[in-house]
């Protein structure tokens, strides 16, 4: 089939290059031009494992290519995605879905023969009606049908997600649309991956409660954690043991420093918003946001703590900056505000991240930038692990104590083990766990 997929972010992006790794012929589009020539050129604009082969192999194969022509590319299209941005909306916090409609009214203008339009895009429910009403608006005649396919792929794990979901969803309760997206993901439904067939706006409403959901799970964990440090459990075991109990699952119970990225916040906080405009309180949301926005200050002060509760003055060492590892995307980055407390409270932050430190300037203008984790911590009196990049689960203890003024160590992912951090002799803090400080 042939597909135009608007907007060549990191679901974009993706998407594209893995369905034209199907076997069919997509055209990525974007407004940015900087970016659409960087895809020419072969450059991948974003971190993301695995996805510049793919890239590669599918441009050599001529099935994959990208432009700023969505008029073009739409017109030739058997199908186009949506897969722009939905940032939270400044001010209120509603997903902000000008770029949708924005790309919707485009997309009207170019259409020709029967054509699919589905939304990627996380969108609030009623999204797909409102999109539908656009391209009608603007062009009566065309013959279209509007599709809700949500992503649920993770970044750092992107290719695989998409490659192998648990689910593929699909709102539509239109013949041909179902049978555009059943061509679509035919190599996967080969593999035996789910199809799931809905309504419209159920199969958005799936996104976001999926999301939420997620995110509720991740909170709860971190709440368990605050209350075992008080009482001397350890909440990893907690997680463990409850996890083995198949109705609740091992996935989203590592405690940390409060979930970030570019979906949960904003999704979250979408969700709580077209809740009140139909006069529903989402009231276990609504306390997952709070708690979670609390959170992250609050490793700063949880940092300071174990400094003597006073860092004025002092170096820290930041290793991770990125909301997850494996990416480049700092979007609600829990480092940012834990960073920002500290300088706050007078601290001099040093920081390092192996692919994020590009973005992270924007945010964090004013901390100094290094070229690895022992170069980060030379001279600290305390080194933070923030994101847990597979290189900060092995680091040469022996080497940081030589460097660090002080061998203060604080893993806001837990990745190292207690008796390890005792062994090797480091003032070690952690989370939800017992033994706070040794030495
Ligand atoms: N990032 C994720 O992990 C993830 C996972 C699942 C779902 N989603 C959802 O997918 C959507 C896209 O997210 P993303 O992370 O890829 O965003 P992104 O910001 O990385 O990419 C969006 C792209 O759309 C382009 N764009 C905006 N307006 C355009 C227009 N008028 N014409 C052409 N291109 C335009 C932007 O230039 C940008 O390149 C969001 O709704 C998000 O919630 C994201």
């Given amino acids: 089939m042939r597909i135009a997929m608007i907007g060549a972010g990191y679901v974009g992006l993706v998407s594209g290059a893995c369905l034209a790794d199907f076997g069919h012929e997509v055209t990525c589009v974007d407004k940015d031009e900087s970016k659409i020539a960087a895809l020419i050129r072969g450059e991948i604009p974003i971190f993301e494992p695995g996805l510049d082969a793919i890239v590669a192999a599918n441009l050599a194969g001529k099935r994959l290519d990208f432009t700023n022509d969505l008029a073009g590319s739409v017109a030739e299209a058997d199908a186009v995605f949506i897969a722009v941005g939905t940032p939270s909306r400044r001010g209120d916090g509603h997903a902000d879905l000008s770029h949708v409609?924005?790309?919707a009214r485009e997309i009207a203008k170019a259409l020709t023969g029967f054509t699919v339009v589905v939304t990627k895009s996380t969108v609030p429910i009623g999204t797909g009606d409102e999109v539908e009403r656009i391209i009608r608006e603007v062009n009566p005649a065309a013959d279209v049908v509007?599709?809700?396919?949500?992503?649920?792929?993770?970044e750092g794990a992107a290719i695989r997600d998409f490659k192998f979901p648990d689910r593929i969803v699909v709102g539509t309760n239109d013949e041909r649309g179902r049978k555009a997206l059943n061509d679509i993901y035919r190599p996967l439904s080969l593999n035996q991956v789910p199809i799931m067939f809905t309504e419209r706006r159920t199969a958005e409403m799936i996104k976001y409660a999926a999301n939420a959901f997620l995110a509720t799970k991740i909170t709860f964990i971190n709440e368990i954690a605050d209350l075992s440090e008080r009482v001397g459990a350890n909440v990893q075991d907690v997680a463990r043991g409850m996890g083995m109990d198949n109705r609740i699952g091992t996935k989203f119970l590592h405690a940390g420093p409060g979930f970030g990225g570019s979906c949960f916040p904003k999704d979250t906080r979408a969700l709580i918003k077209l809740a009140q405009d139909h006069d529903v309180q989402l009231r276990i949301v609504e306390s997952v946001l709070a708690v979670n926005e609390n959170r992250k200050r609050a490793m700063g002060r949880k940092v300071s703590q174990v400094?003597?509760?006073n860092s004025r003055g002092k170096t820290i060492a930041v290793l991770g900056l990125t909301f997850k590892p494996d990416t480049d995307d700092m979007r609600d980055a829990p480092s940012i505000p834990l960073i920002t407390s500290l300088l706050d409270m007078g601290a001099k932050v040093r920081a390092y991240d192996p692919a994020g430190m590009e973005l992270a300037r924007k945010d964090l203008p004013n901390i100094e930038y290094c070229d690895d984790a022992y170069a980060c911590a030379k001279g600290a009196d305390a080194l933070v692990i923030v994101t847990e990049w597979l290189q900060f689960r092995a680091l040469n203890l022996d080497h940081l104590k030589k460097v660090m003024?002080?061998?203060?160590?604080?893993?806001?992912?837990?990745v190292y083990r207690l008796e390890e951090m005792k062994a090797a002799g480091f003032i070690y803090e952690s989370i939800g766990r017992p033994s706070r400080y040794f030495s």
């Fill in 101 to 103: 409609y924005t790309v």
């Fill in 146 to 154: 509007v599709a809700s396919n949500p992503e649920f792929l993770r």
């Fill in 307 to 309: 400094l003597g509760g």
């Fill in 405 to 414: 003024v002080k061998p203060v160590i604080v893993d806001l992912r837990n």
